[in-house]
């Protein structure tokens, strides 16, 4: 994310081309709806010309306006795309161009300005790697350009362990070394930023609107920082022991569970998804294996015995095996078991690792 510095001028040309791309796409989704097109090239010679000329687009941004309607309706035909006026605008290098490293040429309805952009010493060390669209977003009055830049990946490591991780709400994620990454400041935060909004909405006052205002995102913000924080140390740690990272399979978790009232909040806050993606990228950046395996009973079985039961789980944060005896935190025994499925189930990953510790075995 790169920050766009604007006066006022150049910031209402940019705002009125970009409401002026939206209120285009909107108008191209009701033709591809109503005729049922997803195929870009038929859909532009539908569409094409009119949109030129109704809108006052350039050649290249009513191509991407049609582009983006495209890529909206193919995610479900049944359902026409809406676009909100402030949503992002596509550019690609024919319409944006970079002018050294602190400006940036970009195309309006008025013609061309040229910009300073703001960045910091992360995103400087990926500029030269920019590659492809880049989009243009509107966020509490200041307008970002979101970047794709090309990182490369390192050489996948041939691996002799695997770290299994279970991710849950009061622990977001426990690894099986047991290694616990608590959800208690999560909660706290969660819990005072909705006691601040509740008291700010009941007062109702100027002052307590433009509060609500500075506060929106906070809470999504500061799960985002915390995610990144423990994707980071558990993609290093795999890194330092050469080892898998696995994790559960929890797509449509939230549709096959169910909660008191009171916690419906805190389940649909819990970000295992964004939390899944940072340690899915960061281990191919490493180099780092990752996989996922069926969570069911993981916290039901008993990695000494293999013994399955409800039992097994006295309370949530216990394990005691009925069978065996064997006991520990419940949270710890399920990535256990998650490496240990990973083992038993991928041959290629058992054969790599067998490999591994047959070499490192010491010659009698």
Same mark, same amino acid.
Request: proline share 3%; charged share 30%.
């Given at each position: ?10 910031? #209402? ?54 582009s983006k309607v ?16 402030d949503g992002a605008?596509?550019?690609d290098q024919r ?12 195309? &309006? ?9 703001? !960045? ?37 490591? %041939? ?26 400041? *999560? ?9 601040? %909004? ?30 990144? +924080?423990?994707? %980071? ?23 096959? &569970? ?52 409800? %039992? ?8 005691? +095996?009925?069978? +065996?005896? !064997? ?8 990535? *256990? ?16 690792? #067998? ?10």
């Amino acid at each position: 994310m790169v920050k766009v510095n604007t006066d006022k001028e150049q910031y #209402e040309k940019l705002l009125k081309t970009m409401h002026r791309f939206n209120d285009a796409c909107n108008d191209i989704a009701n033709v591809a709806f109503k005729n049922r097109c997803a195929n870009k090239v038929k859909l532009q010679k539908i569409v094409y010309y009119d949109i030129r000329e109704r809108y006052g687009l350039s050649a290249q941004m009513t191509v991407r306006a049609i582009s983006k309607v495209v890529e909206s309706y193919k995610r479900n035909k049944k359902i026409k795309p809406t676009f909100r006026r402030d949503g992002a605008m596509v550019y690609d290098q024919r319409i944006l161009s970079w002018k050294g490293i602190d400006r940036v040429s970009i195309l &309006t309805l008025d013609g061309r300005i040229e910009l300073p952009i703001v !960045f910091g010493q992360y995103q400087a060390m990926r500029m030269n790697r920019i590659r492809g669209q880049v989009d243009l977003i509107h966020r509490n009055g200041t307008f970002y350009l979101a970047v794709v830049v090309d990182v490369p990946e390192e050489e996948m490591i %041939k691996p002799v362990g695997v770290l299994g991780v279970d991710m849950g709400i009061v622990n977001i994620a426990v690894d099986s070394d047991g290694d616990t990454y608590s959800g208690e400041e *999560m909660d706290r935060v969660r819990e005072r930023i909705e006691s601040l %909004k509740a008291d700010l909405q009941r007062c109702g006052t100027k002052s307590a609107k433009r509060h609500l205002k500075k506060i929106s995102g906070r809470e999504a913000r500061f799960r985002r920082n915390m995610n990144h +924080c423990i994707s %980071k140390e558990l993609v290093a740690k795999a890194k330092d022991t050469q080892s898998i990272i696995a994790l559960e399979e929890l797509g449509g978790i939230r549709n096959g &569970t169910t909660v008191r009232k009171s916690q419906r909040r805190r389940q649909h806050s819990w970000g295992f998804y964004q939390l899944r993606r940072f340690i899915e990228y960061k281990a191919a950046l490493a180099g780092i294996p990752v996989v996922g395996i069926d969570p069911a009973y993981t916290s039901q079985e008993c990695p000494v015995c293999h013994h399955i039961s409800r %039992k097994n789980r006295p309370n949530r944060d216990t394990f005691r +095996c009925g069978l +065996c005896g !064997f006991s520990g935190h419940a949270d710890h025994i399920a990535a *256990m078991n998650i490496a240990a499925r990973v083992t038993v189930n991928l041959p290629i990953v058992s054969g790599f690792i #067998e490999h591994e510790l047959q070499e490192q075995a010491p010659t009698l």
